[in-house]
């Protein structure tokens, strides 16, 4: 009788393909996220539902010159990101598959809004305007364009991604609001911040510097969103892809040292109140993503919503994938590609909640 353990052959250790798929399984599990393995399997496993499509046809100093450091953008499973300058963990993408996006998510707000650009009661006497993080710089131009007689709107970013052809009182200027604010004090009626979540190690601080560049008298605005998908109904399961969607930007941020809980932490009204803002007042929002409302705005602002994030899926979550799990481009899309099967099932009832939180500094006499 052969000896079967003589002749069977050395175990040999483990590849470095499996060594790196056991790390990205026990980080999904320390996270609370399924693997990667788990979005193969279903993607292997489904049949397509006949859904509607909720789209239809609608589908040293902080600040620097643009130079070649600033250009020289890091290139992360084929997408782009910000220079190494300043603050090189910021998770999102910033080429033109994102920038698109990022003007979506502006209409989407603006639905939202009923058309406004902002909630802080600002006089149309307004001269002098902050947009922080400004992006593609929509909001500063649309600003512009409605107060044409403001003197200056100025639009600060990590990343020079802004149009040149804009109205004459708009200029963009790269500055990472993380560092202490360039601009002298007393210097705007107006500061308006949306959209910084993941990107700030200290909310404290961020206030702090918004207070001290705003002028008596004037008013900053902080509008936030929650990066989870959720429903009042159940209709997000847990273990679906719309329930694991927030937890990627929640773990990747703990361990970023910059949470994206701005909203449950209530972090706006906390930080104004700390920097000495008064007539506070916070505003919720409940914005669907999808056309499953009935009523017809909700719908309209459902629609959009969906449409911002069906634009880039793996624009907004492949750096976190990466960070988090280990996950390649390829699970990454695999993830997305059932996210977005959940996405077009109208019987899924899927929002994100915004808020917004806005308040005045005191005039001199007050203070």
């Known amino acids: 009788m052969a000896d079967n353990t003589a002749s069977s ?24 996220l399924h693997g990667a393995d788990h979005w193969a399997n279903l993607a292997q496993e489904s049949h397509d539902e006949d859904t509607d499509s909720s789209l239809g046809s ?3 100093s902080s600040t620097a010159s643009m130079n070649s450091s600033i250009l020289n953008y890091r290139t992360i499973k084929g997408r782009t ?4 300058r300043g603050n090189a963990e910021y998770w999102a993408s910033n080429d ?15 639905l939202a809004l009923d058309g406004k650009l902002h909630l802080a009661p600002v006089g149309d006497d307004v001269k002098s305007v902050l947009d922080v993080g400004t ?8 600003f512009a364009d409605e107060h044409p007689n403001a003197e200056q709107v100025i639009g600060t970013d990590i990343s020079p991604i802004q149009p040149s052809w804009v109205p004459p009182n708009v200029k963009f200027e790269i500055e990472d609001c993380t560092q202490p604010w360039t601009f002298s004090p007393n210097t705007f009626d107006f500061i308006h911040m949306r959209y910084l979540y993941g990107s700030i190690g200290d909310w404290g601080a961020l206030f702090q510097e918004a207070y001290r560049a705003c002028k008596p008298g004037g008013w900053v605005e902080s509008f936030e969103a929650s990066p989870r998908l959720e429903s ?16 990627f930007f929640i773990e990747g941020g703990r361990k970023m040292g910059r949470t994206f809980t701005i909203i449950d932490d209530d972090l706006q009204k906390l930080g104004m109140e700390e920097a000495g803002f008064v007539d ?8 669907p993503v999808g056309a499953w409302p009935k009523d017809p705005k909700l719908q309209e602002v459902g629609k959009f919503g ?24 390829e699970q990454v899309t695999v993830y997305c590609s059932q996210l977005r099967r959940e996405l077009r099932n109208l019987r899924h009832h899927p929002y994100c909640r915004l808020r917004i939180v806005y308040g005045r500094k005191p005039e001199e006499e007050q203070t």
């Open 280 to 287: 506070i007042v916070t505003w919720d929002y409940k914005a």
């Open 96 to 110: 033109d598959q994102q920038n698109e996006a990022i003007d979506i998510i502006h209409h989407y707000l603006l």
């Open 135 to 142: 992006g593609t710089g929509i909001w500063a131009i649309d």
């Open 58 to 60: 609608d589908a040293g």
């Open 306 to 329: 969906h449409a911002a994030m069906d634009q880039d899926l793996e624009g907004f979550v492949l750096y976190m994938a990466s960070f988090v799990l280990g996950w390649s481009k």
């Open 9 to 32: 052959p050395k175990q040999s250790p483990r590849s470095p393909t499996s060594q790196k798929s056991n790390a990205s399984r026990e980080a999904a599990e320390a996270a609370g």
């Open 81 to 84: 990101y910000h220079s190494e």
């Open 232 to 247: 009042d109904d159940g209709t997000v399961q847990e273990g679906s892809a719309m329930s694991e969607w927030g937890k």
